[in-house]
């Protein structure tokens, strides 16, 4: 990938973005509209390659393929619940891939996306939603914090991260390290979020806050969290926001790689607003006809991330039917192992209830775990 | 008479909206509660029926639904705040703990907050993590709260009127994996026919041993009880409804006539609720025990994942375990 210019300081304000002759939208960057033009942008550009460009199609492809597998593996009773990515998918695909190796993300607990384009193996979260265990992921070693469910409260970790990185010196050179903190509309309402906001700006922490406005907080929509454009706020607490289309993989991209490079040099935080929207059900739980209408979801439809980037990769003839097909191909492939690997993975051991609750061990929990196998064995034999 | 057959969820829908309508300065705060009716739809249909007015989808922060819930109480209105999930009460707990709990005591009685804060809790749904904890201890154990929990239908539509029109802060929480469970209520009884909030009560009377339940623990309890007489054993179950405060007489009647105690509970055991009812019965009624007071309760660590909770929650072999070390001491 081609990294874009980091962006000047800016004011907070951003210029609009143009739409594809859709309905007028909300001011926004973008590079790549819902039919598949490119768009200028005084501030904002990539310089992708062919070849990168078909990368991008690729990740988003496959990370839709993956999320309809495990939607389905949910439906048949495999996992618990699922939180579904689809229509975000642009959102996650840019941000993941404009983060640099040395870069920190802490998710919430839809970021598959961005998980994906890490380098993770997608298997890595789903014994989490099939109920096997909490993540048990390392998250300082994958750079990618463990799922959170609370909400907002990882963007506190994230800012005190980001603390501990400047505090290292690993800010103000082009290898200086970044820290990403995602989080939905719904969360700017909570305390956590406001106060990480405070704390990165007073700080100067190096971090990027991604929220991906997806419209709405399980059935609540964005008004009931805010009566201005979430990226607006970002100016009371100091540093610059911007608002970028969530759903254009381009502009996603091009702003979050400013954003991180300026926290790498040492400019402090940016609060990013990727407006998108949510496809599907908030989780698998969920039942969204009870509070919004089908002709919604089709007005976004129009917006899809990935037909636009087919849109584009056809129009300037950097790829061909072929490609598409083999692309449809291997996601299936991958679904497919995805799939596989879950059935397979085996329930976890009676014993984990008591496994890692201190460092240094407890007696009470040393009894507890006795009693325990105790009590299970006596089960053997006919109780 | 007009008995019904209810569902737990049901049955605090209908006594939400009895509430409603007996007092107009009852609203209902809470995340997803309007056209979404609640995650559980517990409160289905009430804002098509009283307005957005009074029942609120309120911004995501339960900081500021407890916060603004007091606000509210100050001038004169009965919040019922929905808090979605027992593991995100937490955020509210400052404003819990340290402003509704103290309100009156500081202002020497010139205030009451008379507010109610629903909680579902307990696991068995197979959930993913901080959506079936029993943080009941960390309310009950703070002056100046008063803490309930429903088991049936009944209780649950009665009781949730009852704590609307207690002048007290009430923290209500609901066995969210009983919602579904079914039972008869007289929806057209006044609350002078139901039994007092705070009283604890004997729902299935017997002889050799008691237990003591609350919440999602009732059936539970309810389930070894009617294995045990089989077995020819008589155990009574004691349906403890009133977390805090607690009524004990009850529970020390039934254990004089049993000398045997069993406290069941989904919260970890230790420093629990079933320590002060170990602890009390032991000063109440040491000569008449047969036995030590036995817990059979949550194990001392986080809730696991959910593959796992079978093994975690106390069940009906548990209880029965319990009973037989009564039994055997
Ligand atoms: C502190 C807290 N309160 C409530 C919930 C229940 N809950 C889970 S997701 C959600 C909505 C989140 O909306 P948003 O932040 O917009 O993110 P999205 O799910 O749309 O990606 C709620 C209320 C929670 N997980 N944590």
């Not at chain 1, 201005?228 to 289309?245: C, E, K």
């Not at chain 1, 300026?262 to 998108?276: H, M, S, V």
Request: aromatic fraction near 8%.
């Amino acid at each position: 990938m081609t990294k874009g210019e980091p962006a000047p300081r800016r004011s907070g304000a951003t210029r609009a973005g143009r739409s594809g002759g859709t309905p007028p939208e909300p001011e926004y960057v973008q590079l790549l509209t819902p039919s598949g033009e490119r768009v200028n942008h005084p501030e904002y550009s990539v310089d992708f390659t062919a070849e990168e460009l078909r990368g991008l199609y690729r990740d988003l492809v496959t990370v839709r393929k993956l999320d309809t597998e495990a939607t389905a593996l949910q439906r048949q009773g495999e996992l618990g619940i699922w939180a579904s990515l689809l229509g975000q998918e642009a959102a996650q695909v840019g941000a993941g891939r404009a983060m640099r190796t040395q870069d920190m993300a802490f998710p919430t607990y839809r970021e598959h996306g961005v998980l994906y384009t890490r380098g993770i193996d997608p298997i890595m979260p789903l014994s989490l939603f099939r109920g096997v265990d909490q993540g048990g992921w390392d998250p300082v070693a994958n750079k990618f914090n463990l799922y959170t469910i609370v909400i907002g409260a990882q963007t506190l970790h994230a800012t005190g991260y980001a603390m501990g990185v400047a505090k290292d010196g690993k800010v103000g050179t082009d290898d200086g390290e970044a820290v990403i903190a995602f989080f939905g509309d719904g969360a700017t309402s909570q305390g956590d979020v406001n106060e990480a906001f405070i704390w990165s700006s007073v700080f100067h922490a190096p971090i990027v806050f991604f929220c991906q406005n997806n419209q709405y907080a399980i059935s609540e929509p964005l008004e009931r969290q805010t009566r201005i454009p979430i990226y607006q706020r970002a100016a009371g607490f100091g540093f610059p926001g911007v608002r970028v289309d969530g759903n254009d993989v381009l502009a996603v991209y091009a702003v979050t790689r400013a954003a991180l490079d300026n926290a790498r040099l040492g400019q402090g935080p940016t609060l990013i607003e990727a407006y998108t929207y949510r496809m599907g059900a908030h989780t698998t739980s969920d039942d969204p006809t009870r509070y919004r209408v089908s002709s919604e979801v089709e007005a976004w439809q129009a917006k899809d991330p990935i037909a636009r980037l087919k849109a584009l990769l056809v129009k300037e003839k950097a790829a061909g039917e072929d490609f598409f097909k083999q692309v449809d191909e291997d996601a299936r492939i991958e679904a497919v192992s995805l799939r596989e690997r879950v059935l397979s993975m085996p329930d976890p051991d009676h014993s984990q209830i008591f496994d890692h609750v201190y460092a240094e061990g407890s007696p009470l929990v040393d009894a507890e775990r006795k009693q325990f196998e105790a009590y299970m064995a006596s089960f053997e034999g006919g109780h | 008479m007009a008995t019904e057959t209810l569902t737990i969820g049901k049955a605090l829908n209908t006594g939400l909206r009895r509430a409603m309508e007996r007092d107009d300065k009852v609203i209902l705060m809470g995340e997803d509660i309007g056209k979404l009716g609640g995650v559980f739809r517990i409160t289905d249909g009430l804002q098509k029926d009283f307005g957005e007015e009074r029942v609120i989808d309120t911004p995501l922060a339960e900081a500021g639904i407890v916060g603004t819930a007091i606000g509210l109480a100050l001038r004169g209105y009965r919040p019922v705040c929905e808090i979605q999930f027992d593991g995100f009460v937490y955020p509210a707990y400052d404003q819990i703990v340290c402003q509704v709990a103290k309100f009156r005591y500081r202002s020497r009685g010139n205030v009451t907050l008379p507010m109610v804060i629903r909680i579902p809790f307990g696991g068995g749904i197979g959930a993913v993590e901080h959506h079936s904890e029993s943080p009941e201890a960390y309310f009950a154990h703070t002056a100046g709260l008063k803490v309930v929990s429903c088991s049936s239908p009944e209780d649950a539509h009665f009781m949730i009127q009852q704590a609307i029109a207690s002048d007290d802060p009430v923290i209500f929480f609901e066995p969210k994996r009983r919602y579904w469970e079914k039972g008869p209520v007289d929806t057209s009884l006044g609350l002078d026919a139901a039994a007092p909030l705070h009283s604890s009560r004997v729902v299935r009377p017997g002889t050799d041993a008691t237990i003591v339940a609350y919440g999602p623990m009732v059936k539970t309890s309810l389930d070894a009880a009617t294995a045990a007489a089989e077995d020819g054993r008589s155990l009574e179950v004691i349906d403890l409804r009133s977390l805090s405060p607690l009524d004990m007489g009850p529970v020390y009647d039934s254990v004089r006539r049993t000398g045997r105690l069993v406290v069941v509970h989904e919260a970890p055991g230790n420093i629990g609720l079933g320590a002060e009812i170990s602890a009390r019965v032991t000063e109440e009624c040491f000569y008449s025990l047969e036995a030590p007071v036995l817990r059979v309760t949550g194990y001392n660590t986080p809730y696991p994942a959910s593959r796992l909770e079978e093994e975690y929650l106390p069940d009906l072999d548990r209880v029965l375990d319990a009973v037989d070390r009564s039994f055997g001491w």
